[in-house]
């Protein structure tokens, strides 16, 4: 289990994935990669969210955006 707690949206989390020259915006589509949800590759928009949330920078990679994302976990 990660440290997180509490909902909040992918745009400021430090879990969320995007290219590398993508915009950190609402409408934004990139992978996330939580530890625990890697598995389910999920690709979610900035405005996405949930109760993994952990506040930090996204990171990114290329690939993070595809269907499904193909670029491997920057952290
Ligand atoms: S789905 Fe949850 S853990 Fe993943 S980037 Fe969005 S808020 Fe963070």
Excluded: H
Aim: proline letters at 9%; a neutral charge.
């Amino acid at each position: 289990m990660s440290e997180t707690s509490s909902w909040g949206p992918c745009v400021s989390c430090k879990w969320w994935q995007i290219e590398p020259a993508a915009a950190v915006e609402n409408t934004t589509m990139g992978q996330c990669i939580d530890e625990d949800l890697q598995p389910f590759k999920l690709r979610v928009s900035g405005n996405s969210g949930c109760n993994r949330y952990m506040k930090g920078e996204p990171a990114r990679a290329k690939g993070s955006s595809d269907r499904p994302p193909s670029a491997e976990p920057a952290r």
